[in-house]
Nanobody
């Protein structure tokens, strides 16, 4: 049973840090690219970060230097470390799996074939 589950979201204050997790089952993603996307109310979903099987990473300009994506292949889990959060980071965060094989990754929704249900991150004082 293929499953992709995000966790770690919640209500935090500006300047706080949060680490999101995305755990996959039924399929290993050690040879796959994983992406993080987010969607704020009233806005389109946007790519945040991705990591390939070769640990190539790509970040949106808005989060570069603050967010870090990593993976633990033994646990079949990827992480998104989010530092110095601001209210503009408030969104539902999704992880997504690319079922293809690539040494790199892109922040394009059509590159990803399977999506989790999302986890809410709210940044407010």
């Amino acid at each position: 049973q293929m499953q992709l589950v995000e966790s770690g979201g919640g209500l935090v204050q500006p300047g706080d840090s949060v680490r999101l997790s995305c755990a996959a089952s039924a399929i290993t993603f050690n040879s796959r690219s994983i992406g993080w996307f987010r969607q704020a109310p009233g806005k389109e979903r946007e790519g945040v970060a991705c990591i390939s099987s070769y640990s190539f990473t790509n970040y949106a300009d808005s989060v570069k230097g603050r967010f870090t994506v990593s993976r633990d292949n033994l646990k079949n889990t990827i992480f998104l470390q989010m530092n110095n959060l601001s209210p503009e980071d408030t969104a539902v965060y999704y992880c997504a799996l690319d079922l293809g094989f690539s040494s790199t990754c892109r922040l394009a929704e059509n590159e990803y074939s399977y999506w989790g249900q999302g986890t809410q991150v709210t940044v407010s004082s």
